[in-house]
């Protein structure tokens, strides 16, 4: 799913804090968070939620940045819950390291943005399965027996 899908879904109540220009990016999975360094559980591709637990002052914005950029992950979502305002350290290291940043409304569960994900991440996964499952069974039934390799190479180049 694209981060765009995300901020168009109302119930999630996400504000885009920055990163316009990154909402095409492709979101894999999520991960709610509040370690000061949780690169060693992510792979890329995931939204990153948090309470802002790990941030003790303005210094520690930067270096989980850039540990959640180098770890690949798609885009950062905030919660309020806590501190009220997304601190503006934390805009600001997302701005210098083009991370997409959403704030999370209090009001909104991180279980919700989750599942939201998870369901959407899946039903793609299941229509690139089913392609596949396709696929296999054109070329079975076009292959060397029915057509000839030609079929089998046209079928492989579409």
């Known amino acids: 799913m694209r981060l765009r899908a995300l901020l168009d879904t109302d119930a999630l109540g996400l504000k885009l804090l920055g990163g316009e220009d990154e909402l095409d990016r ?22 990153v939620l948090t309470g802002l637990a790990w941030r003790r002052d303005a210094a520690d914005s930067e270096p989980f ?3 959640l950029v180098q770890a690949g992950v798609a885009a950062l ?39 939201h994900v998870v369901r959407q991440v899946s039903g793609e996964r299941a229509g690139d399965l089913a392609a596949v499952v396709d696929r296999h069974r054109r ?6 027996a029915g057509g000839g390799p030609d079929v089998v190479l046209d079928l492989l180049g579409s």
């Open 65 to 67: 940045v850039r540990l």
């Open 139 to 144: 070329m079975m039934t076009s292959g060397p």
């Open 26 to 47: 492709g979101v894999r999975g999520v991960m709610t968070t509040d370690l000061r360094d949780p690169s060693r559980y992510l792979s890329g591709g995931e939204l």
């Open 77 to 115: 979502a905030a919660g309020e819950a806590e501190l009220g305002d997304v601190p503006d350290d934390l805009v600001e290291a997302c701005a210098r390291h083009r991370l997409p940043l959403f704030a999370v409304h209090e009001s909104v569960a991180f279980a919700t943005i989750t599942e």
